[in-house]
């Protein structure tokens, strides 16, 4: 049997994988001039052919044999120097074709034919709603042909591409178009140059019957760069925000890193069938369609705010990723924790910082902080994996990027870049390590950051527990922080962390007292002191301080830890009213209401009256009538945390009782606060022409929330109000707004509202996703049953990516009541999905199961439950390596 015949699952992993050591990196022993590429695209058999010019390196071993990694091909010819190579002479199995007694420099051709439309996985080549289009990060090269398929090995690339005319009349690759040509069998042909050195994982091809939308940007030096969209034509008048996006972000480089495009071309593609969110192919970026297209009547405020740092963050990869790469694979986080701190900061510029600053930190938060405390924990740069595919991780990308924004606080703005300009300059071309980023810091700022590497290697969330002395008679104020990580699997010991931590002290009247940090260089007052915690246990003096201050520590949360304040509730509410500091205002406010949940949560296993202190009413009452405030802070500051930060609060996770006690809370501030909640709704209600700003957003984003507080209240006006948001809204954002509201109430408006919205929207997949991800987070009772029943919708299908988030992982990650049904329905439902995806499409399979992982956290019954789906899964016959190491890291860790 060929490679061909055989199906995706057949040829899956059947004994324990390897696993691969980031100190067993060894440099490539022969490096590539350059690659040749013609593609004859065929649905189910597409022929290959590539020339490849190679060269051994000087250090390397005269008798080192060439290592290429293929799978899912079939070998059709190989030729070096132009002579057949006879099957003796080279060595092949299903991952790897190696070739011995090699000359130091000389030409390989070699011919594959590929299957695309078996190709449910998603990488390498594919296709997708009738298009062919490519994957290739990390390992999706060696699924189009046999090539040293590791970031280190960069090439120049000519590449071919053959197809039908008129089924596939576009026909796309990296760089610049060079020529173009019909045969006289009906097909046609491009012929695409990329100037530029890049890795295999870089390389895209798209071929299809695709509309596009053209604009340009003329770049600081003068050059003209065309930018071009191509979608399906049904889908043409949802391109301008992401063009507009691309130009912001493109003159936002110049600006900010200095850094101009460099070529003549910036190709986006928009695709259905997509693993992840979009993916930066030098010149020629591929998206899944979710996260480029957008119209107002069919995305909301946060669609448009994703896509533009979406977009953003593919082209910030031409600098950071693409003229400066990886490595390795360990060193993901060089580019992509970069390139997050990127986009983040642009998203700030653009937008509104203390907004960004705080959802930044929630994702955090509630992702990375239970990743960090959970089997799957692992340093942003990881030291082992079995399959990198499970390491693009909240981690490696935003902690990673928390990591960079330290470097940014310790060396200043300016500081910072001297030290990228040095990176970007001293690194092009190249493929280096995390620790030439540092290099470059510490050398174009003269600094030794050596303590602070720590972050790179170390896993788990460090935590600082504070005590603090004043003496009224001296003025003196004095701070004393320790700080302690948790051991995480396979790193018991951790050596201390070099922290910045931004902090202020504040007066009983609210104002910021100035003092001075003794025992520094700086011996002037100032509000606020930028404190390096580099030892286990520290202190600090101040002096000059009035009167007792109220500390406010970790100001725009300048590292990834936690901040164990000694302080009550009446503290937090003070810091929440008064700290200048708009996000530790409303980390404090966050802080309260956590202290007052766990509170809760333990008088409801007592069997006690749950009852809300007044105080915590009046603090949000005084905040919703602040007119002082963004409406989009004031939005935030009333979001209660949500249960699942809740539950990493909590020794034993029991969610029924953190879901009654948020609900709870909820009732008790809409009944408490009823006038307010509709006031603020009715102000903000105004019918606008729908526009993309930080203030429209920020009024929608208050308006709705109102509404939701509303809809607590057993109000038929309500009901009413929210009919007509649903009904009369032209754009996405309060559509949405209201149908998630009535979603999560068992009311007669739901049903009908859900019904209304799919017979208006099924032409649209990107809204009908909306619509199956909505109904898989209603945390009303029988949501598997619906979730179930979802699955046997015509439009459903378990080989699309998005639509499997939309409602598998929708329930299971965050449907927490559902989810977790003390009889186990939700884990054997999550079991079954994660067996039947491992064939088609592992990377996605692997994703779901994370929702397994933490089973340690939950009550012994629970715990029983999930074990026992984890070791079913883990003893299945024929796993993915992805699926594989997330089942096994679970059961040991
Ligand atoms: N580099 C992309 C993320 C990405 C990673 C893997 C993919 O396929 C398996 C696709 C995209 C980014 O950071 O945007
Ligand atoms: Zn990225």
């Not at 994988?17 to 067993?24: A, K, Q």
């Not at 405020?301 to 953003?312: G, M, N």
């Not at 740069?381 to 606080?409: Q, W």
């Not at 692997?846 to 074990?867: G, H, K, N, P, V």
Request: aromatic letters at 10%; hydrophobic letters at 35%.
């Amino acid at each position: 049997m060929t490679t061909l015949e055989k199906t995706e699952a057949e040829s899956l992993q059947a004994v324990s994988p390897r696993v691969v050591y980031l100190n067993e990196y060894k440099k490539p022993d022969y490096q590539l001039d350059s690659v040749e590429l013609r593609f004859e695209l065929d649905e189910t058999c597409t022929r290959v052919y590539s020339r490849l010019i190679f060269r051994r390196a000087p250090e390397a071993d005269a008798q080192a044999p060439l290592k290429l990694d293929g799978s899912h091909l079939e070998l059709r010819s190989l030729k070096l120097n132009g002579e057949t190579l006879k099957p003796d002479s080279y060595m092949l199995d299903d991952e790897q074709l190696l070739i011995q007694n090699l000359p130091k420099n000389f030409e390989l051709e070699v011919g594959t034919h590929i299957n695309p439309q078996a190709n449910t996985a998603l990488e390498g080549l594919y296709l997708s709603s009738g298009m062919f289009c490519t994957q290739c990060e990390a390992e999706g090269f060696r699924r189009i042909t046999y090539f040293p398929d590791r970031p280190d090995v960069m090439s120049r690339y000519s590449v071919t591409v053959v197809a039908d005319k008129q089924k596939y009349p576009v026909l796309l690759s990296n760089g610049n178009k060079q020529d173009a040509g019909e045969l006289d069998d009906g097909r046609h042909w491009v012929r695409w140059q990329d100037p530029s050195l890049k890795p295999s994982y870089l390389f895209a091809l798209v071929a299809g019957d695709l509309a596009s939308r053209e604009d340009s940007f003329t770049t600081m030096s003068g050059r003209k760069v065309s930018l071009q969209l191509f979608t399906e034509a049904e889908n043409i008048h949802k391109c301008e925000h992401a063009l507009m996006s691309l130009k912001q972000a493109m003159k936002w480089d110049e600006d900010t890193y200095g850094r101009e495009y460099d070529l003549d071309v910036y190709m986006i593609v928009a695709v259905n069938d997509f693993n992840m969110g979009a993916m930066e192919n030098k010149g020629l970026n591929v998206f899944n369609a979710s996260c480029v297209l957008a119209s107002s009547e069919t995305a909301t405020d946060q669609d448009y705010y994703r896509i533009q740092s979406i977009i953003a963050h593919e082209y910030f990869h031409n600098w950071s990723g693409n003229r400066v790469t990886c490595r390795d694979w360990f060193q993901l986080s060089l580019k992509e924790g970069f390139t997050v701190f990127r986009d983040q900061t642009f998203s700030a510029d653009l937008n509104s910082p203390a907004v960004q600053r705080i959802d930044d930190v929630n994702v955090l938060r509630a992702h990375q902080f239970s990743e960090d405390a959970g089997p799957m924990a692992h340093p942003v740069r990881p030291d082992h994996y079995i399959e990198i595919s499970n390491f693009y991780t909240v981690t490696v990308y935003n902690k990673g990027a928390e990591v960079v924004r330290m470097l940014c606080n310790i060396l200043g703005r300016e500081g910072f870049r001297k030290g990228t300009d040095l990176y970007f300059s001293r690194h092009d071309g190249q493929a280096v390590t995390t620790d030439d980023f540092v290099k470059a810091m510490e050398d174009a700022n003269t600094v030794d950051l050596n303590q602070f590497r720590n972050w790179y290697s170390q896993a788990g969330t460090p935590e600082l527990v504070i005590n603090e002395n004043y003496n009224a008679d001296a003025r003196l104020y004095s701070l004393t922080i320790r700080q302690h990580c948790p051991p995480t699997p396979g790193q018991v010991e951790k050596k201390p962390y070099h922290i910045p931590l931004a902090m202020g002290l504040i007066g009983i009247n609210g104002k910021a007292l100035s003092s001075i940090l003794e025992n520094t260089k700086a011996n002037t007052a100032k509000p606020e002191h930028m404190l390096a915690l580099t030892k286990p246990e520290q202190h600090w003096t101040f002096s000059g301080v009035d009167e007792k201050p109220v500390l406010s520590l970790g100001r725009g949360f300048t590292a990834p830890v936690k901040i164990l304040l000694p302080y009550d509730n009446e503290a937090l509410a003070f810091l929440f009213a008064h700290d200048p500091d708009e996000f530790n205002r409303w980390d404090a406010g966050q802080k309260l209401a956590i202290n007052i949940m766990l509170k809760l949560i333990d008088d409801y296993h007592t069997g006690k009256d749950l009852r809300l202190e007044a105080s915590f009413i009046e603090a949000y009452r005084l905040t919703l009538n602040n007119k002082d405030l963004d409406k989009a802070l004031v939005a935030q500051a009333l979001s209660l945390p949500s249960e699942s930060y809740l539950a990493d609060q909590c020794e034993i996770v029991d969610v029924d009782a953190i879901h009654k006690v948020r609900e709870f809370i909820r009732q008790q501030l809409a009944e408490s606060l009823a006038d307010d909640w509709l006031r603020v709704y009715e102000e903000n209600d105004v019918n606008a022409t729908y526009h993309f700003s930080a203030q429209d957003m920020a009024q929608r984003s208050l308006k709705n929330l109102c509404l939701s507080y509303l809809l607590e209240q057993d109000n038929g006006k309500h009901r009413q109000r929210c009919l007509s948001q649903f009904q009369n809204s032209d754009n996405m954002t309060d559509v949405l707004a209201a149908l998630s509201i009535f979603n999560q109430h068992d009311m007669a408006e739901r049903q009908q509202a859900l019904d209304a919205f799919y017979d208006k929207w099924q032409h649209d997949r990107q809204v009908v996703e909306k619509w199956f991800s909505i109904q898989a987070g209603s945390s009303l009772a029988g949501a598997l049953k619906r979730v179930q029943t979802l699955m046997r919708h015509p439009v459903f299908s378990i080989k699309n990516p998005n639509l499997v988030r939309s409602l598998i992982g929708r329930f299971c990650a965050a449907n927490p009541v559902n989810f977790h049904l003390s009889d186990g329905s939700g884990y054997r439902y999550l079991a079954d999905q994660v067996l039947a995806l491992d064939g088609l499409n592992p990377q996605i399979a692997a994703r779901l199961l994370q929702s397994l992982s933490r089973w340690r956290r939950f009550d012994t019954m629970r715990q029983i439950l999930m074990r026992e789906q984890l070791e079913r899964i883990a003893g299945h016959p024929g796993l993915s390596k992805d699926v594989y190491e997330i089942a096994s890291r679970s059961l040991e860790g």
